[in-house]
């Protein structure tokens, strides 16, 4: 059936129409509504006109419900609901929202300081929700692109997204490459150049992660040949126990050799000149005007007060 005239069709209809099934009473539904009966009256009658039914007959003084009144009752019960639930749902969403705060951790990154953090502040705000996702730099910068996730931990300087406009950065540490060999000549040597390594066999980071851009640019910057490369491996541990089974060598970032012993034989040097790039935090620059992203923020640098990030790593 279409309707005759569907501008009655309006929520204040329906509440009118609610509110006299309710009573059943002309009089006392537009008392509750605050408006006079012969504006209900003619309020209902519209509505009725519209469905082209009537929607209340009188036996005696009694007032009932038609067929069509009930099928409407059924239908205006199911809207309450849907509303309601819609309600219910929007309540939680935006309380989700204010409390729950996603944080994208680029992979290659030792996550150990990031984990205590995390429990210690949980401790404090136990109403505080925080997710840590492990995510490659594609994910990472979709993700906050997209406004996924609130903030990113990750590695600079960074050329994946060219728009730095609507970012912000908030420095934890700096970060320092080191070469991992095994060769016994090296051991009483304080650094090592690039140069150097050249006509050994490496493993690498995959060529979509940030230390084997790093390595690369280093590479071309200093007009050298490229290594033979024996295996690409995404997590500084994988890195580490091929090398240790190959004698491959490898470069893995201060922070992982600081939290994780070395394996029997296996040595560490910088080269020289150093290879240095930056731990820092990452955000869309109106994220940093919400107040659990600050909370956050303010209680990380508490945290590094009490103890350095180099401190903890070794911890």
């Keep these: ?18 509110q006299l099934t309710e ?8 008392q509750k509504l605050g408006i006079s009966q012969p ?5 209902i009658k519209k509505f009725e006109k519209a469905l082209g039914a009537p929607l209340f007959y009188f036996k005696g003084r009694e007032m009932r419900l038609t067929e069509a009144g ?7 019960q199911s809207v309450q609901t849907t509303f309601k639930n819609a309600i219910e749902d929007i309540e939680y969403a935006q309380h989700e929202k204010k409390s729950h705060l996603k944080i994208g951790l680029l992979s290659s990154i030792e996550d150990g300081v990031f984990m205590d953090f995390i429990a210690t ?13 492990m995510l490659s730099r594609e994910e990472i910068w979709h993700q906050l692109e997209n406004n996924q996730i609130d903030f990113a931990i990750l590695y600079l300087p960074e050329d994946t997204i060219k728009n730095w406009t609507h970012y912000s950065t908030k420095t934890i ?12 000549q090296l051991k009483s040597r304080d650094s090592i150049q690039l140069s150097e390594t050249t006509n050994d066999k490496w493993v690498f980071y995959p060529r979509s992660f940030y230390i084997n851009d790093i390595l690369r640019f280093k590479f071309v910057q200093q007009n050298l040949d490229l290594p033979a490369v024996s295996g690409y491996f ?10 240790q089974k190959t004698n491959c060598l490898s470069a893995l970032p ?17 080269f020289n000149p150093p290879i240095t790039y930056t731990l820092a935090f990452v955000y869309q620059k109106e994220k940093g005007l919400i107040d659990r992203v600050n909370r956050f923020f303010r209680h990380f640098d508490k945290f590094l007060e009490e103890k350095d990030y180099a401190t903890r790593l070794k911890e």
């Design 1 to 18: 059936m279409k309707l005759k005239d569907q501008s009655v069709f309006s929520g204040k209809t329906l509440n009118y129409f609610i």
């Design 23 to 30: 009573t059943m009473n002309y009089t006392h539904a537009a």
């Design 39 to 43: 504006a209900l009256t003619q309020r």
């Design 70 to 76: 009930r099928i409407m009752t059924r239908a205006t």
């Design 121 to 133: 502040y949980y401790e404090k705000f136990p109403n505080c929700k925080v997710s840590l996702y």
């Design 173 to 184: 540490a700096a970060e320092e490459l080191f070469l991992l060999h095994q060769n016994e």
């Design 234 to 243: 995404s997590t500084p541990k994988q890195l580490q126990a091929f090398s």
């Design 254 to 270: 201060k922070s992982y050799i600081d939290a994780n012993p070395l394996e029997k034989n296996q040595q560490i040097l910088p």
